[in-house]
Nanobody
Framework: QVQLVESGGGLVQAGGSLRLSCAAS????????MGWFRQAPGKEREFVSSIYWSGGSTGYADSVKGRFTISRDNAKNTGYLQMNSLKPEDTAIYYCAIHRGSYYSTNSNLYVYWGQGTQVTVSS
């Protein structure tokens, strides 16, 4: 059974940093792109970042570009999202997901496996 488990969320002051992890089990995803999405209360889920299967290409939402960095370690079947210079508007539940193919996408409908989410709260 495939399982994605996010960790690393928490409460941080504005300007602070957090590093989210996404550990996959049940099968290897080294050939699949992976992504991070987030959903704030009362808002739609939105794309945050995604990374090509090899890690050679990445994409970011404009709202996080320059502050967040996505990475992956295929040997560990784990993905990461380093979040720096956090702002209160970054407060949300963050989800990692595995894409059905190798190329990253901002379209959440193309992601077939999802984690349960981890809460990130940024205080002002």
């Amino acid at each position: 059974q495939v399982q994605l488990v996010e960790s690393g969320g928490g409460l941080v002051q504005a300007g602070g940093s957090l590093r989210l992890s996404c550990a996959a089990s049940g099968r290897t995803f080294s050939s699949n792109a992976m992504g991070w999405f987030r959903q704030a209360p009362g808002k739609e889920r939105e794309f945050v970042s995604s990374i090509y299967w090899s890690g050679g290409s990445t994409g970011y939402a404009d709202s996080v570009k320059g502050r967040f960095t996505i990475s992956r370690d295929n040997a560990k079947n784990t993905g990461y999202l380093q979040m720096n210079s956090l702002k209160p508007e970054d407060t949300a539940i963050y989800y990692c997901a595995i894409h059905r193919g190798s190329y990253y996408s901002t379209n959440s409908n193309l992601y077939v496996y999802w984690g349960q989410g981890t809460q990130v709260t940024v205080s002002s």
